[in-house]
């Protein structure tokens, strides 16, 4: 296998919030001027010290989503500069980001700028933090069960629920005020299903951060966007969009909308050129749910840290 061939197509899976660990990062913020250009710009526009708070936290900042967006976007582009310093003829035809992860996939296609990248995150971090401080939320992941097998379940309870992120065919999470799931948590154990909680702070992309939205439009207008230079799924259809006016919306709506993962990574999947998709995270995680596809080859993924060690 290799990645330095122009031959072989590439989609781009760009990982989002999810399981932070003290020291995330350190092995890449001061690797060369690229990646310190990187990690100085997410400190100096957030106004934070990222790179301690990822190696010393406490875990309690960490896990903070106005920490953790930034965080996670940082370590996914360092990689990506990386792997593309490392593979100088990488033919990247596609890509996609799982939430937050997306944003790191418009850097990667040149729709943004580094720093309208960060600038953007802060605010959408910050605006979050403040409707779910006001809008108490939680969430639940649950496997087994499909997109259409569980949304019948939550009408059929009459429970105010959203799917907040329809991962693949087996794999969903949901969202929504604590005490809603708590009920719907005993729904689902009725049903046989045995949902797991969720370390995070709000209940992201569902109708608790309705009132984030058009904070979302108002300051996206002012941000120049140009077009992706390759197809970029967005979460919220989970197809292209190439006019960066629509791109601009479909980020508003991604706060309260499903992130479709399953309808975009199943589109690569059986994209006739049959691509390589190569992970960026710290750990991998989002090749391994590629497991859930039928028709899916494992030999088909492969994470940026072993790709850089080849």
């Known amino acids: 296998m290799t990645l330095d061939n122009t031959s072989q197509p590439v989609v781009l899976l760009f990982s989002g919030q999810g399981n932070p ?3 995330m990062g350190s092995d890449l913020w001061d690797l060369n001027s690229t990646t310190k250009q ?5 400190s100096d526009i957030s106004g934070l010290d990222l790179r301690r708070l990822c190696l010393k936290g406490p875990m309690n900042r960490l896990i903070q989503t106005t920490v953790q967006q930034l965080a996670v976007t ?4 360092s990689l990506y500069s990386l792997c593309r310093e490392r593979f100088p003829n990488l033919r990247v035809t596609g890509a996609c980001g799982h939430s937050v992860g997306e944003y790191s996939a418009l850097y990667a296609a040149g729709a943004i700028s580094l720093e309208t990248l960060f600038r953007t995150l802060h605010f959408r971090a910050s605006t979050m933090d403040a409707v779910s401080k006001k809008q108490k939320g939680a969430m639940i992941a649950l496997k087994g069960a499909d997109y259409a097998t569980l949304s019948d379940i939550i009408t059929r309870s009459g429970i105010a629920l959203d799917i907040s992120c329809d991962n693949t065919p087996h794999q969903q999470v949901i969202g929504g005020t604590p005490a809603a799931l708590s009920d719907f948590a005993q729904v689902l154990a009725d049903e046989g299903y045995e949902p797991i909680k969720l370390g ?3 209940a992201w992309h569902t109708r608790l951060m309705e009132e984030g939205v058009q904070l ?6 002012g941000q120049p966007f140009t077009s992706p230079a390759y197809d970029v799924l967005m979460n919220v259809t989970g197809r292209m969009e190439i006019v960066p006016e629509k791109i601009k919306e479909n980020l508003s709506l991604h706060l309260t909308h499903t992130v479709k993962w399953n309808d975009s990574v199943a589109r690569f999947i059986n994209h006739s050129e049959r691509p390589l998709f190569l992970e960026m995270s710290n750990k991998p995680y989002l090749g391994q749910m590629l497991n859930d596809f039928a028709g899916f080859n494992a030999e088909r993924v492969l994470h940026c840290r072993k790709a850089l060690e080849m």
């Open 38 to 42: 990187i990690w100085d710009c997410a």
């Open 216 to 221: 979302m439009r108002d300051f996206l207008a």
């Open 21 to 23: 660990v003290i020291g």
């Open 74 to 77: 940082a370590i996914n582009v």
């Open 200 to 202: 995070v702070s709000g």
